[in-house]
């Protein structure tokens, strides 16, 4: 996602389905409902039965509320559909386990693709990601372990375990100065032979997007398999914050150059990546740095010209709120919050 570009008073489907995460933190089913009702009414068009949700939806040029892309963001529909899981388990809504196998059973038709010589991966949306038949684009921030562990027991004969156990393997074959790309593509040759590509739109950066996988690597169980091999994989990072005390904004990943300053929202996201990792140090400072820019970001409006920044805000409920064991991900991939009396 380019979050930047998007008009003043638009609504995401990833910026829905996190907020919907977030009312299940706070234990709020009111919200929760408002939330979804709203969700389907307008970015489901209704009928979750064949559609995807609408990536973009907002005012139009002629003052009009409406879709204004009508193509599916595939980590959007996993969030959607985690949050349906659990918030049905918790408080006992059968209807949204009904209304998330809905959706997982249209990603499934829709957005997996069985990359050649390779196996089962996560498209990022419906339609626009793979323009000629032999090239399709994967978004490594698209693909939290848990989520797929819930998805791999909920729906044992879909294509969630695989894509699981791809997940660090892809990571490993597109990070070789241990820094996750935003977008990476993956071509078959006409020799038959087939790998991972530098993406044509996002090159070889690591930025926004990419932050997202230092954040679920970290939020990984420790006791789950593939947590192990993904922090493996992704040292760079932690040898910047070493080295400079600020996460950079961007990166090149195949030569580990990096620009710029991350704003707060990036030392959130790195929190639990840091914790995983067992630098102290490090979580410390970025958690100060944290706090403190968005304790400042709330009292001053002047630093942010039209709305409040969206993303940081995002990464920090995730981040600190992780931090403060308001809910952790267990191994099976079902969350377990601060206000459950009891482990489900």
């Keep these: 996602m380019i979050y930047s570009f998007a008009p003043k008073s638009d609504s995401v489907s990833e910026g829905q389905s996190y907020a919907m995460f977030f009312a299940l933190v706070a234990n709020d089913p009111d919200s929760f409902e408002m939330i979804w009702r709203w969700t389907v009414n307008n970015l489901f068009a209704g009928d979750l039965d064949t ?29 959607f559909a985690y949050t349906l899981l659990e918030a049905g388990r918790l408080w006992s809504r059968a209807d949204y386990i009904i209304d998330a196998n809905k959706i997982l059973a249209t990603v499934e038709k829709h957005e997996i693709a069985d990359l050649p010589g390779f196996g089962k991966m996560l498209l ?28 791999t027991t909920q729906r044992p004969e879909g294509p969630w375990d695989e894509i699981a156990r791809n997940t660090p393997r892809m990571l490993a074959e597109v990070s070789p100065k241990g820094f996750a790309p935003d977008w990476v593509s993956y071509q078959q040759f006409p020799d038959g032979k087939s790998r991972f590509v530098k993406d044509e739109i996002g090159g070889d950066t690591s930025s926004y997007d990419a932050i997202r996988v ?4 970290g939020m990984t169980p420790k006791t789950d398999p593939l947590a192990s091999p993904m922090l493996k994989t992704l040292p760079g990072m932690l040898k910047v914050l070493k080295e400079t005390g600020i996460p950079p904004e961007k990166v090149n990943v195949m030569t580990g150059q990096t620009s710029g300053n991350g704003p707060f929202g990036y030392s959130a996201a790195l929190l639990p990546y ?6 102290r140090q490090q979580l410390e400072t970025q958690e100060h740095r944290a706090r403190v820019m968005l304790a400042a970001m709330q ?13 940081d805000y995002a990464l920090s409920l995730f981040g600190l709120g992780w931090m403060e064991n308001r809910y952790q991900f267990m191994k099976n991939g079902q969350v377990k919050f601060n206000w459950e009396k009891s482990c489900s």
């Design 51 to 79: 559609n995807l949700p609408a990536w973009l939806w907002g005012k139009s040029d002629t003052g009009e509320w409406k879709v204004l892309d009508p193509h599916s963001a595939s980590d959007a529909d996993l969030w």
């Design 214 to 217: 230092y954040l679920w690597a």
């Design 299 to 311: 009292i001053d409006k002047t630093l942010y010209e039209e709305r409040p920044p969206y993303y």
């Design 274 to 279: 840091l914790s995983a990792m067992g630098a």
């Design 124 to 151: 990022p949306g419906k339609v626009s990601f793979t323009p000629p038949e032999d090239l399709w684009r994967i978004n490594p921030s698209y693909l939290p372990i848990p989520l797929l562990r819930l998805f």
